[in-house]
T-cell receptor
Framework: KAGVTQTPRYLIKTRGQQVTLSCSPISGHRSVSWYQQTPGQGLQFLFEYFSETQRNKGNFPGRFSGRQFSNSRSEMNVSTLELGDSALYLC????????????FGPGTRLTVL | AQTVTQSQPEMSVQEAETVTLSCTYDTSESDYYLFWYKQPPSRQMILVIRQEAYKQQNATENRFSVNFQKAAKSFSLKISDSQLGDAAMYFCAYRSRRQAGTALIFGKGTTLSVSS
């Protein structure tokens, strides 16, 4: 089974721009979660999508949004980028069976200049 | 709100030795899951081991085992016979069973170095 894939792997943007990151979950997984990882704040939960609906949301401003498509692929969008948005963005998928274990993708490294 | 604390920013161990990474958490819930994830330099997060709070028996996965003390809200990871490939950042994580969804709450992580 193929793992979680994220595209692009690296991205450089400037302040004020917007960015869209993509995540394809493991085949059969319908839950996709997004996390932001920074040296200062560590790993923080952004949001979770299940069956095209946002089920849970972390404490992030409205500039951060996401969506999920019928094939379970998910995108997250960050508008009006700020320097502080520079981070590794991790996507995780889950089958919601048992412990709802999450399987992570390799991440997208976003740098905002 | 739940919190997860890893008090050891860095740890080191020699090959073939045993090392224990500490994790404490705070929650008012009685039913939850705890996880240890490993993040090597490649940045790919890998699940190492999980523990269901309702199980008294400590989880074990090959060289990795946990010491789960529910009353003390402690969840340490023991790595036996350490190998060079164990060098990574280790994160302790909590997930509520009561709340819908899969959101994980992570600790700040412990960087483990392994020397030969």
């Amino acid at each position: 089974k193929a793992g979680v894939t994220q595209t692009p792997r690296y991205l450089i943007k400037t302040r004020g721009q917007q960015v869209t990151l993509s995540c394809s979950p493991i085949s059969g997984h319908r839950s996709v979660s997004w996390y932001q990882q920074t040296p200062g704040q560590g790993l923080q939960f952004l949001f979770e999508y299940f069956s095209e609906t946002q089920r849970n949301k972390g404490n992030f401003p409205g500039r951060f949004s996401g969506r999920q498509f019928s094939n379970s692929r998910s995108e997250m969008n960050v508008s009006t980028l700020e320097l502080g948005d520079s981070a590794l963005y991790l996507c995780a998928s889950s089958s919601l069976a048992g412990a709802h274990e999450q399987f992570f993708g390799p991440g997208t490294r976003l740098t905002v200049l | 709100a739940q919190t997860v604390t890893q008090s050891q920013p860095e740890m080191s161990v020699q090959e073939a030795e045993t090392v224990t990474l500490s994790c404490t958490y705070d929650t008012s819930e009685s039913d939850y899951y705890l996880f240890w994830y490993k993040q090597p330099p490649s940045r790919q997060m890998i699940l190492v081991i999980r523990q269901e709070a309702y199980k008294q028996q400590n989880a074990t996965e090959n060289r990795f085992s946990v010491n789960f003390q529910k009353a003390a809200k402690s969840f340490s990871l023991k790595i036996s016979d350490s190998q060079l490939g164990d060098a990574a950042m280790y994160f302790c994580a909590y997930r509520s069973r009561r709340q819908a969804g899969t959101a994980l709450i992570f600790g700040k992580g412990t960087t483990l170095s392994v020397s030969s």
